[in-house]
């Protein structure tokens, strides 16, 4: 069984790197989903991904999980916060 990675993001960049590296071995593709960060989030996160989405930043987070599902290359999902 192949998995897709997502991660959602908003000014992660203390937590990128170990957050894409932990869940990069189970997963055959990774995106990022970035909520407006103003940090170097999405520059560090990008040797690990495989695409990067951007979204609004908005208070319920959960929601902004749906852009992956028509992005991501397999039907089972892991989705992780950094």
């Known amino acids: ?12 960049e203390r ?10 071995p189970y997963v055959d593709d990774l995106i990022l989903i970035d909520m407006e ?4 989030t999405v520059e560090l996160a990008r040797p690990y991904v495989t695409k990067i989405l951007s979204h ?12 992956a599902i028509p992005e991501a290359k397999h039907d089972w999902i892991f989705f992780l916060d950094a």
């Open 56 to 67: 609004p930043l908005i208070p319920y987070f959960a929601s902004a999980r749906n852009i």
């Open 1 to 12: 069984m192949q998995f897709s990675g997502v991660i959602l993001v908003h000014n992660e």
């Open 15 to 24: 937590n990128i790197v170990d957050s894409a590296r932990s869940l990069a």
């Open 37 to 40: 960060s103003t940090d170097k």
